[in-house]
């Protein structure tokens, strides 16, 4: 992946949840994100065809990658015959650079 720099617009994020979504389509579906200051916000994501890959993924809007340094991004999901929301697979990090860096 080449790099990413902070205030990209459209930038496709990917997750792995770890979960065949073919059968249920999630409920709740969002990416967990905390960004490099601390603060925590959601990502409101979609699932990637196929859905038996249990990828979710993001497409960057403005604002989105607002800060530089290490995001911190993990799946969060639920089903209809989930009782909770799931967070699933391992924790990615997605560095973020100044322009021109």
């Given at each position: 992946?080449?790099?990413v720099?902070?205030g990209?617009?459209?930038l496709?994020?990917r997750?792995q949840?770890?979960l065949?979504?073919?059968?249920e ?9 905390k960004?490099?200051?601390?603060a ?5 994501a979609?699932?990637e065809a196929?859905?038996s890959g249990?990828?979710?993924y993001f497409d ?7 800060e530089v340094g290490?995001y911190?991004?993990q799946?969060l999901?639920?089903r209809s015959s989930?009782?909770?929301?799931l967070?699933?697979g391992e924790?990615a ?9």
């Amino acid at each position: 992946m080449s790099r990413v720099y902070v205030g990209a617009v459209g930038l496709r994020v990917r997750v792995q949840t770890t979960l065949d979504l073919v059968d249920e389509t999630p409920t709740t579906c969002k990416i967990k994100v905390k960004k490099p200051s601390g603060a925590e916000v959601d990502w409101t994501a979609t699932v990637e065809a196929p859905a038996s890959g249990g990828v979710i993924y993001f497409d960057t809007v403005a604002g989105s990658l607002d800060e530089v340094g290490s995001y911190r991004l993990q799946a969060l999901v639920r089903r209809s015959s989930d009782a909770a929301d799931l967070p699933l697979g391992e924790t990615a990090t997605l560095e973020v650079h100044q322009a021109f860096q």
